[in-house]
DNA sequence: CACCCAGAGTTCCCTTACGGAACCCCAATA
DNA sequence: TATTGGGGTTCCGTAAGGGAACTCTGGGTG
C-alpha cells in the first residue's frame, strides 16, 4: 500500500500514530494490558490474521511499547508492557471514554473501569497539568515549539 | 486490503477506531482543530491523495464528527468540528503528551499548547472524573457493563 | 526410538486499499 | 468565449490485509 510515514514529520500526534496507528494495533494492546500476553491467545481473542499480529508485535517491540519475555525452555515468547508502553494506555483510556459516550447506544457501555484509589467506576477527565483546570481543545492555543520543522 | 470491521466489536476502543482509526483520518481532525477547512488546503498540508481525502472527509462527516459548511452559492463547502468532533481531540492531546515525551528527542516538542486558563504551555493530566485522583493503567480494574456481549 | 502435540511463527495466494496523476464539473470572472 | 479555482472522480500500479496451510522447535508418551 505504499503507507506515507509518518514517524518523520514534525508532529508528535504523527509520530504517535507511526507507532500505534496502524490498524488492530490499539486492539493488541488492549488485550496485553488486559493481561493476555501470548501469540495464539491474541490472535484467538482479536481474529486477526497471524501473518499481520506477528508484524505488529515486532513493530510494537522494536518501538519499546512491548518486551519479549521468554517462559519456557523452548523458544517461547510472552508479551508485557514496558513503561512506555503503560503511558500509551492513556489513549485507550481516552477512546473508552469517547466511545461511551458517543457510539455505546442504548445498550450502554460494554467494559467499565473502576478507579482503585476510590473504588468508584468512571471515566478520564483531562485537566492541566500546571493548573489542574480542565482542558480540552477550545482551552488551548497551539505555538511553535523548540522542534518545529524549519 | 479487506479490511476488518471493529466497529460491531462490543468494545468502545474498537468502535471509535472505527470512526477515526483509519489512516490518516486523526491527522485530518488535527488539522480541522487548527482551523483548515477546505479540501484544497488539507491536501496541500498533508501530502495526502485527493481520493483517499475524499474518502476520509465523507466517513467523518458520516460519522458526526465534521459538519460541511456551504460557504459559497457555488456548491463549496467548509469542514469544521462538531460537538462531537471537538471531543475526540482529546485524543490528539493525549497523543501529544505521549510523543512530546518519548518521541520527540534532543529537539524537543514542535508544537507547544499555552492553556488560556493559567497562560502556560503545558500538557494534559490523566485524572478520575468522579474523585480527581490521577487514573492510568494500572490504576484501573476492567468490569463487565451493561453493553457487554452475551 | 517413533510418534504426536503445542506454541509461535512463516509462506503463499487472493483481494482490497493506498498513492499519484490525470481528468471532470461548475460557477464566476475577464 | 476562454480561463481559473475549488472540489472532487477515475484509472492504474503496487503494497498491505485475510486466510489457510506449512514449518520449526522442543517436549511428552508408549
Redesign the interface.
Same mark, same amino acid.
Given at each position: 500500500?505504499q503507507?506515507?510515514n509518518?514517524g518523520e514529520m514534525?508532529?508528535?500526534?504523527?509520530?504517535?500514530?507511526d507507532?500505534i496507528?496502524e490498524?488492530?494495533s490499539?486492539?493488541i494492546l488492549?488485550d496485553v494490558?488486559?493481561g493476555m500476553s501470548r501469540f495464539d491467545q491474541l490472535q484467538a481473542d482479536l481474529?486477526?490474521s497471524r501473518k499481520v499480529l506477528t508484524e505488529r508485535l515486532n513493530h510494537l517491540v522494536d518501538q519499546?511499547v512491548f518486551e519479549r519475555r521468554p517462559y519456557d525452555n523452548r523458544p517461547r515468547y510472552e508479551y508485557h508492557?514496558t513503561a512506555?508502553g503503560?503511558?500509551?494506555?492513556?489513549?485507550?483510556?481516552?477512546?473508552?471514554?469517547?466511545?461511551?459516550?458517543?457510539?455505546?447506544?442504548e445498550?450502554?457501555?460494554? /467494559?467499565?473501569? +473502576?478507579?482503585?484509589? @476510590?473504588g *468508584?467506576?468512571? =471515566? /478520564?477527565?483531562? +485537566?492541566?497539568?500546571? @493548573?489542574? *483546570?480542565?482542558? =480540552?481543545?477550545?482551552?488551548?492555543?497551539?505555538?511553535?515549539?523548540?522542534?518545529?520543522?524549519v
Open positions: 500500500m503507507r506515507t509518518f514534525a508532529c508528535s500526534i504523527a509520530r504517535t500514530l507507532v496507528g490498524p488492530w490499539p486492539l488492549r494490558w488486559a481474529g486477526i519499546g508492557l512506555k503503560a503511558e500509551l494506555v492513556d489513549l485507550l483510556m481516552v477512546m473508552t471514554r469517547w466511545g461511551d459516550r458517543w457510539l455505546a447506544g445498550a450502554g457501555p460494554p /467494559v467499565l473501569y +473502576r478507579h482503585q484509589a @476510590c *468508584e467506576t468512571s =471515566h /478520564v477527565d483531562l +485537566r492541566c497539568d500546571h @493548573c489542574g *483546570e480542565p482542558m =480540552h481543545a477550545s482551552d488551548i492555543d497551539p505555538l511553535p515549539g523548540p522542534g518545529a520543522a
